[in-house]
Nanobody, 114 residues
Framework: QVQFVESGGGKVQPGGSLKLSCGVS????????MAWYREVPGKQRELVAS???????IYRDSAKGRFTISRDNAANMVWLQMTNLKPEDTAVYYC????????WGQGTQVTVSS
C-alpha cells in the first residue's frame, strides 16, 4: 500500500516562503511522474506542479516563477519550494502521482495571511 507523508506547511505572511516535503513509501517513485496538488474547501483539488521521470516540470500558470518542484528518486522524496506566497495559495497541499492516482495522504496546510 502506497502512503504519502506531506510536511512543511504552516502560516506565513504574503511574500513569504515555504518548502513542502513528501515522503513516499510502498512504491518506487522513480517509475512515475509525480505532482503536488492543493485543495481549498468547496473547490476541486487542483494540480499545482508536476515532475516527470526525467525531471521535466510543468506548473499551473499561477505557480510559474514562484514554485519549484523537485524529486530525489533514491530517497523517494518530492519537494515543492514556494516563494512569494500569496493569500490565494492558502490550501491543503498533497502529493501524488501525476496520473492514475494512489490514495491520498493527509496533506499539509499552507496558510498565507497577514
Amino acid at each position: 500500500q502506497v502512503q504519502f507523508v506531506e510536511s512543511g506547511g504552516g502560516k506565513v505572511q504574503p511574500g513569504g516562503s515555504l518548502k513542502l516535503s513528501c515522503g513516499v513509501s510502498g512504491a518506487m517513485i522513480r517509475l512515475y511522474a509525480m505532482a503536488w496538488y492543493r485543495e481549498v474547501p468547496g473547490k476541486q483539488r487542483e494540480l499545482v506542479a508536476s515532475i516527470g521521470t526525467f525531471g521535466d516540470t510543468i506548473y499551473r500558470d499561477s505557480a510559474k516563477g514562484r514554485f519549484t518542484i523537485s524529486r530525489d528518486n533514491a530517497a523517494n522524496m518530492v519537494w515543492l519550494q514556494m516563494t512569494n506566497l500569496k493569500p490565494e495559495d492558502t490550501a491543503v497541499y498533497y502529493c501524488n502521482k501525476r496520473k492514475d492516482l494512489w490514495s491520498w495522504g493527509q496533506g499539509t496546510q499552507v496558510t498565507v495571511s497577514s
